[in-house]
């Protein structure tokens, strides 16, 4: 099994190197290059101090040149300054973003396993009753109402028109001068609608996909067995069938791993949140290369160490796997 | 204060902004319901809403709105514009332009400190213009300044500027931020100094903190040079979304805002919206134009422009795109400043006069379409993506087209592809773009006949020898009555030429909450004053601990 790890985590690094290189060719091949921001269309902006800006940040040099560059910094986990005017170091940027996306993702998560899983398998359980048509129509009602306006709507009502809560942001304006309980309650009071919203709309995948799951596994033969032997018919769910429905989940928390640092720009901008989502996003429309390429290489890291820990646990759990 | 032409001109609106965003005026009390008390009073808090995250502090090496507008409280420049967009002292108390009009005496303010008590003199102006002409600063802005043959400090509330030529917009130049140079010095580049992200400098407002994507603090400087401002702390909230902003401003999240024309007209017109806010409405400082590219063979004859510019139905673009906030533009200064001209041709909508001169010019109606030497009249004009009220023109213009028998397809491009990859190689028959107004009517780089390289700004191919003429001798005096006749002749060139169809200039719609008082429009807007804004005392909201 060790070796197994071992063998995976070193394939890792010619995998990473080779999309980052597809990474920084796609970024290259995008119209338009970081000093476009500030120069193009800018009277004052000459061919001179065009080429000076290219020299500054490198850009004058032979593509090949500007990678090696790159990946020799990043073989010391050096993410390079961002070509924002503020010249912040990339690392420092991205940790700064990174505790709120992942509290949100986090939450939002925990509470779509939450409720989807206990619906999933009573769905499966009474197919065809009231509750898993009413539960059906609601997951998939979430799923196809676009998010950012819903999120208006609940900010019209709970924000607006009942003041119960805050409409955007994370903190509030007195945020400094709390306690650290007061602190707390100021950011539960501001991550509530944000976490719903965000669950709400990740409820029909998981929904769904643990009922289907789960309709087949009931299905089986040792189900009949269980029931056979006359257990009580909560000991053959939980005990006998929703284990073995659980199994394929381990692989969609693996594969969720990246999902927890990326956030999402639309989502982001409603809500005013400075997350990874408008980071990025932002990095992208000023072709900040340094940024862009610091996010693409975590997100690829994480992919790669998500599919690795899906499979590991899925070999934990299932002793099938772990002999093969 | 718009989101339409932001895009364009980046830098000359920021910098138009920083110029006006802070100055003198006279307090008067502008208040709607004078109930309470209405005293100048010391105190509260205003909280901006911003579209866009600050940058950094030190406006010579950012270029976006935001940035700008934040540095705006905390830095002066020499000079700035003033409610009616004339240039009047800031650090300088007064200047004085040689004969020859080579050299350039500032005679600075006495006695104004840094924000950590440090004096600011003449030095520090001199270490700004060494700095903006320094490689390793990566300014956009340090062309102005290269202009510069020799920069003296005589001492130190003096500061002389000699060019080889007179340059008329070498003045507004110097509104740049002067950067103070005890705290700067030993960072040869000023932007990976503290100083970007924490600034001191000599403004109404010093620096408190910046939360990155959150938001930033600003308090009072007690001892600012033009008196103590009323306001005791600024906040700017960073609100990516317009909605969401809106719904902030409704729920007391956000004090002042720039609304969207369908936010003007429909949703504020509530009476329990105007108990509580004050909008505003003034000139902006922009125009939107359909461009053409003049070597196209279509567009080479100038009867044609002028039929599609008959042809275009300017009130219905204003009605539609603007739902009427706005006027109809007839050439590229704004309505009501010194350089405007109100006496040009001008292009009433008129189908039938469209189609007349575009018979004279050749084209024959077949089957509804105007045809020439066997080629329908058909072309395509490119905007940018992501930019609603340059859609909603492209779309209005197709139907007002159509109907003198002309087909326009429109193609929307995202930003840096539409810049790089059609306007810097010239690939485009027509742009729909806009321009911000610069105070300086100077427009040498848009319209003179040397500026059509990659990457210049002439990008439609103008070239007229007595426009190229005008334009120098128009940046070559601070003669204003010199100026003026200058620009008021090419004026009537560019309205008889119509490079560009003029289109429109919209009005920039900024709301405020009712307790700010000493509001008086110009304009310039509403900022240039916000030093003079106050709360009544009875009415403030947040109390703030210095």
Request: proline share 7%.
């Amino acid at each position: 099994m060790l070796r197994y790890i071992a063998r995976r985590l070193l394939l890792t690094v010619p995998l990473l190197v080779g999309i980052s290189l597809v990474s920084f060719l796609m970024m290259h091949m995008a119209p338009g290059g970081p000093i476009g921001a500030g120069t193009d269309l800018n009277p004052k902006a000459t061919a001179e101090s065009r080429a000076r800006l290219k020299a500054y940040y490198g850009l004058d040099r032979p593509l090949h040149v500007q990678y090696g560059k790159w990946l020799g910094r990043m073989a010391t986990l050096d993410f390079g300054d961002s070509f924002s005017p503020d010249g912040r170091a990339v690392a420092e940027k991205i940790k700064e973003r990174i505790p709120i996306t992942l509290t949100i993702n986090v939450l939002s998560m925990g509470l779509i396993f939450l409720v989807a899983i206990p619906v999933g398998v009573y769905s499966a359980v009474r197919k065809g009753s009231l509750f898993d048509r009413i539960s059906t129509v609601a997951v998939f009602t979430g799923f196809a109402i676009p998010t950012f306006w819903l999120a208006l709507l609940m900010m019209i009502l709970f924000g607006v028109k009942l003041g119960w809560l805050p409409i955007s942001g994370i903190s509030s304006l007195d945020h400094e001068s709390l306690g650290a309980l007061g602190k707390l309650a100021d950011r539960a009071h501001h991550l509530l609608l944000p976490v719903l919203l965000a669950g709400f709309g990740g409820l029909a995948g998981m929904s769904r996909y643990m009922r289907s799951n789960m309709l087949e596994v009931i299905r089986q033969d040792y189900v009949a067995t269980a029931r056979a032997k006359g257990l009580p018919e909560g000991t053959v769910v939980f005990r006998h069938a929703m284990r073995n429905a659980l199994l394929p989940v381990i692989t969609i928390l693996g594969l969720s791993v990246p999902d927890l640092l990326g956030g999402s720009v639309i989502f982001e901008t409603i809500f005013a949140i400075p997350g990874m989502g408008q980071l990025f996003y932002q990095g992208v429309m000023s072709r900040d290369y340094p940024l862009i390429m610091g996010i693409l290489t975590i997100g690829a890291f994480l992919t790669l160490l998500g599919n690795l820990l899906a499979d590991v646990g899925y070999a934990l759990a299932d002793p099938r796997i772990r002999q093969g | 204060m718009r989101e339409s032409p932001r895009r364009a001109v980046l830098p000359s609106i920021a910098l138009f902004l920083l110029l006006a965003s802070c100055g003198g005026g006279k307090p008067e009390s502008a208040g709607k319901e004078t109930a309470v008390s209405d005293v100048p009073a010391h105190g509260d808090a205003i909280v901006e809403g911003s579209i866009g995250d600050v940058s950094g502090f030190l406006t010579a090496v950012t270029t976006d709105a935001s940035s700008h507008e934040a540095a705006g409280y905390v830095f002066n420049g020499l000079v700035r514009y003033d409610k009616n967009l004339k240039l009047e002292g800031d650090l300088a108390e007064s200047w004085e332009v040689s004969p020859d009009g080579k050299r350039i005496t500032f005679h600075l303010r006495k006695g104004v400190k840094w924000h950590d008590g440090a004096p600011f003199t003449s030095d520090d102006v001199m270490f700004t213009y060494r700095r903006m002409i320094d490689p390793r600063t990566p300014t956009a802005y340090g062309e102005d300044f290269k202009q510069v043959q020799r920069a003296a400090a005589p001492d130190p509330h003096t500061f002389v500027v000699e060019y080889a030529r007179p340059f008329a917009p070498a003045l507004a130049s110097w509104g740049m931020h002067v950067l103070p140079k005890h705290l700067l010095s030993t960072y040869p580049d000023i932007s990976k100094s503290p100083l970007n992200k924490k600034p001191v400098g000599t403004g109404p407002y010093r620096f408190v903190e910046w939360k990155t994507g959150e938001k930033v603090v600003f308090d009072v400087s007690p001892d600012y040079f033009e008196g103590k401002p009323y306001i005791a702390r600024v906040i700017s909230r960073v609100i990516p979304d317009q909605a969401t902003m809106f719904l902030e401003l409704k729920s007391g999240g956000v004090d002042i805002m720039a609304l969207t024309p369908p936010q003007y007209v429909r949703q504020t017109e509530t009476a329990e919206f105007k108990k509580s806010f004050n909008k505003y409405k003034y000139t902006a400082s922009g125009y939107t134009y359909l461009g053409f590219r003049l070597s196209h063979p279509f567009f080479r004859d100038k009867r044609v422009r002028q039929a599609i510019a008959h042809a275009a139905d300017k009130k219905a673009l204003i009605d539609g795109v603007l739902l009427g906030l706005g006027q109809e533009a007839t050439g590229p200064y704004k309505p009501g400043t010194w350089a405007f001209n109100p006496g040009v041709r001008k292009y009433p909508h008129d189908p039938g006069r469209a189609k007349a001169l575009l018979a004279e010019a050749g084209w024959k109606e077949k089957d509804g379409v105007l045809v020439k030497d066997g080629q329908p009249f058909e072309f395509t004009v490119l905007t940018n993506a992501g930019n609603d009220a340059r859609a909603k023109t492209a779309a209005i213009l197709q139907q007002n087209l159509a109907e003198v028998g002309i087909r326009m397809k429109i193609r929307t491009v995202e930003w840096a592809a539409f810049i790089n990859e059609f306007i810097d190689k010239r690939k485009f028959d027509a742009v729909i773009l806009g321009w911000n107004i610069t105070p300086d009517p100077d427009q040498f780089d848009i319209w003179h006949s040397s500026k059509t390289g990659p990457k210049e700004l002439n990008h439609v191919g103008f070239a007229n020898p007595e426009v190229d003429r005008l334009l120098d001798e128009g940046r070559s005096t601070f003669d204003l009555e010199k100026r003026k006749n200058a620009y008021f002749r090419i004026q009537e060139i560019l309205a008889e030429e119509q490079p560009y169809v003029f289109l429109y200039v919209p009005e920039a719609l900024p709301v405020v909450h009712h307790r700010f008082r000493g509001i008086v429009p110009a304009p310039a807007g509403i900022t240039y004053n916000f030093v003079k804004w106050y709360v009544p005392a009875a009415l403030q909201k947040h109390r703030v601990q210095p």
